[in-house]
C-alpha cells in the first residue's frame, strides 16, 4: 500500500505494543518513520529494521516523555532527518493502578508528566513542522470516559484530560487544515495488558466481542486517520474496543 508515500512520522513510545505496531503500519502504507524509546533501544532498532527492510526510511531517537527538552529535542530530530515531518502520533504512556489512598505525589507528577505534558509538548513542538493538512493523533483509552472498576481513577484522569486538548487543538490548527484526533483502545494484547494475565477474563466479560484486540487493530485506525481519507475528521475520539462501553 500506498497510501501515505512520501509522508514522514514520528511515533512516540514505538518500540514496542500499539507504538511499534503502527510504525509499521505506516512504514507499510509509504510512510519514513521515526520513534522514541526511552529504554529499550534494541526493541527500538528492531522495529527500524523491519522499516527499512520494507524500502523506507527509519530513525531511532532516544527521549524521557517525562523531559520536555528531550521530547522537543526528538520531533526536531526526526523533521531535521527527513526533511519535514507530516504526522505525529502520540502513544508514549504509562499505566497506573492503585485506589486514592495509596497515591503519592510522585506517582501522581509521573502519571501527568507522560500522559499528559508529554502530548501537549509534543505536539506544541509537532505544529511549528507540520504543512497544511498534517496529523496529530494520540493514543487515548476506552477508561477515558467509562471507569468499570476501582483503582484507575488516576489513569482514566490522565486519559480523559486528552479528550478536551484533541478538541481545543484540532480548533486551533484547523485553519491549517491539520487534523487532530484521539483513538480509544480497549482490551489489546499487549505487555501493558496481555490477552493471558490475570485481569484478562475480567476484561473479556465486559466486551460485546470478547476477545482481546490486536496492537495492529488500532495501528490501522490510526494509518486511516494518517490517510487522505481522514482529512475531514478531527477534533473527536474513536474507540476500538470490542464494544467495552457499548
Not at 1 to 23: D, E, Y
Not at 34 to 58: C, F, N, P, S, W
Not at 98 to 126: F, H, M, P, T, Y
Not at 161 to 181: M, Q, S, W, Y
Request: charged letters at 20%.
Amino acid at each position: 500500500m500506498t497510501t501515505l508515500a512520501g509522508k514522514k512520522a514520528l511515533v512516540t513510545g514505538g518500540s514496542r505494543g500499539i507504538g511499534a505496531a503502527t510504525a509499521l503500519r505506516l512504514a507499510q502504507d509509504g510512510a519514513d518513520v521515526a520513534l522514541t524509546y526511552e529504554h529499550a533501544r534494541d526493541k527500538a532498532e528492531a522495529v527500524a529494521a523491519q522499516i527499512r527492510a520494507l524500502g523506507r526510511k527509519a530513525v531511532v531517537l532516544q527521549a524521557d516523555s517525562a523531559d520536555p527538552a528531550a521530547l522537543t529535542g526528538a520531533v526536531d530530530k526526526a523533521a531535521a532527518e527527513f526533511g519535514g515531518l507530516d504526522i505525529l502520533v502520540n502513544n508514549a504512556g504509562i499505566w497506573h493502578y492503585g485506589e486514592v489512598g495509596s497515591w503519592d505525589l510522585k506517582e501522581i507528577d509521573a502519571i501527568i508528566a507522560i500522559n499528559v505534558r508529554a502530548v501537549i509538548v509534543a505536539s506544541q513542538a509537532a505544529a511549528k513542522h507540520l504543512p497544511d493538512g498534517g496529523r496529530i493523533i494520540t493514543t487515548g483509552s476506552c477508561l477515558a470516559e467509562r471507569v468499570m472498576e476501582p483503582g484507575i481513577a488516576l489513569y482514566a484522569m490522565s486519559k480523559a484530560a486528552l479528550i478536551g486538548f484533541t478538541k481545543g487543538l484540532a480548533r486551533d490548527l484547523g485553519p491549517r487544515g491539520i487534523t487532530v484526533n484521539i483513538v480509544h483502545p480497549g482490551p489489546t494484547d499487549t505487555d501493558m495488558n496481555p490477552a493471558d494475565g490475570e485481569h484478562a477474563e475480567g476484561q473479556r466479560a465486559k466486551m460485546a466481542i470478547p476477545r482481546y484486540g490486536k496492537a495492529e487493530d488500532i495501528a490501522g485506525l490510526v494509518a486511516y486517520l494518517a490517510s487522505e481519507e481522514g482529512r475531514f475528521i478531527t477534533g473527536t475520539g474513536i474507540a476500538i474496543d470490542g464494544g467495552v462501553n457499548t
